[in-house]
C-alpha cells in the first residue's frame, strides 16, 4: 500500500516501469491478503486446511493468482529494464506506457486464468484419487503444471535480462574507454545491476525453492495425511511465510533500490548526441 500510494502521490504512473511497479504492489497487495485470509482460516477451523474443503478453493485460488501475477510482473520488470537499456544504441523498440499497459492485462489475464482452473472444475473435492496432501481439495497434477515451469520462468527470465544488461553495459563501458572518455557511470550502473539480480535470485530462490519442493513432494507422496501430520504443515505454514516476505521484500528491491538504478539508466539513455555519435563512430 505504500508503495501504490507514493506511486500515485509522485504522478509517476505515466513511465512504463512506474505502471509495472504499481501493479506488482498490487499483485503485493492481493498475495499477503489471500495469504491472511489461508491464515484465518487454518485458525478458526484448521480441519479444513488439513483434509480439505470446498471452502479453501477460493482463497486457494486467490493465492495462486496472486503468486502468478507477482512472477509475470517480476518477469515483465526485468524484460522491461532490458530494453529500456538496449534500445537507446542498439534497437528501434521503445517501451512506452500503452506496452506496459498491455503487460499488465496479459499478466492479469494469464493469471486469472489458471489461478481459477480449480474453480471451473479442475479439482479434487469429491475424488480421493491424485488429492494434494498440502493444498486439498487441489489436484496433484493442477499444482505440477502451475508450480514448475512458472519457478522456471522466474528464474530463467529475470537471469537472462539482467546478465543482458550488464553486458550492454560492460561493452559500452569498453567503447567510451576507447575513446577516452570516462567510465564512471558505465561501471557505476554494471555494479548496481549486478547487486540487484543478485538480490532478485537470492529472494526467489528463498521464497519459492520451498514451495516448489513440497510440491515435488506432495506429487511424489503417498502416505495418508495423518502420518504426516503436524510436520508437513508445519513446513506448508512455513513456505506460505516465505512467499509473504517475497511480498515484502519487492518493494525494497523493485522501489527504493530501483530508485538508484532508474535514475543511473536513464542517465545512460540520455547520453549526449556527440557522446553517441562517438561511440557509434
Not at 76 to 100: D, K, P, W
Not at 201 to 208: F, K, M, T, V
Amino acid at each position: 500500500c505504500t508503495v501504490i500510494f507514493t506511486r500515485m502521490a509522485t504522478k509517476d504512473l505515466h513511465k512504463p516501469i512506474s505502471i509495472l511497479f504499481c501493479n506488482l504492489a498490487f499483485s503485493d497487495l492481493f498475495t499477503s491478503f489471500s495469504g491472511f485470509w489461508i491464515s484465518m482460516l487454518f485458525i478458526t477451523n484448521p480441519d479444513i486446511t488439513i483434509f480439505g474443503s470446498e471452502n479453501m478453493l477460493a482463497p486457494y485460488a486467490l493465492y495462486t493468482m496472486s503468486i502468478l501475477s507477482t512472477i509475470y510482473n517480476l518477469v515483465s520488470i526485468g524484460i522491461e529494464r532490458y530494453l529500456a537499456v538496449a534500445e537507446s544504441m542498439r534497437t528501434r523498440f521503445r517501451v512506452v506506457r500503452n506496452h506496459s499497459i498491455a503487460a499488465v492485462l496479459i499478466n492479469w489475464v494469464l493469471a486469472l486464468f489458471l489461478g481459477c482452473l480449480p474453480l471451473m472444475g479442475w479439482n479434487c473435492l469429491h475424488m480421493e484419487k491424485n488429492l494434494s496432501v498440502l493444498y486439498s481439495p487441489f489436484c496433484v497434477d493442477y499444482l505440477v503444471f502451475i508450480t514448475l515451469p512458472n519457478v522456471v520462468v522466474a528464474f530463467i527470465i529475470p537471469l537472462f535480462t539482467y546478465l543482458g544488461i550488464i553486458i550492454i553495459l560492460r561493452k559500452r563501458k569498453l567503447q567510451m574507454k576507447a575513446h577516452g572518455q570516462p567510465t564512471g557511470t558505465y561501471k557505476s550502473a554494471e555494479i548496481q545491476v549486478a547487486r540487484t539480480s543478485i538480490f532478485i535470485w537470492l529472494l526467489a530462490l528463498i521464497s519459492y525453492a520451498p514451495f516448489s519442493a513440497g510440491v515435488i513432494f506432495d506429487a511424489t507422496n503417498h502416505q495418508c495425511p495423518i502420518d504426516l501430520y503436524p510436520g508437513i504443515y508445519i513446513f506448508r505454514n512455513f513456505t506460505a511465510m516465505l512467499i509473504t516476505a517475497n511480498s515484502l521484500g519487492n518493494p525494497i528491491i523493485y522501489t527504493l533500490k530501483a530508485k538508484t538504478l532508474g535514475a543511473k539508466l536513464q542517465g545512460l539513455k540520455c547520453l549526449s548526441t556527440t557522446r553517441v555519435r562517438a561511440c557509434t563512430i
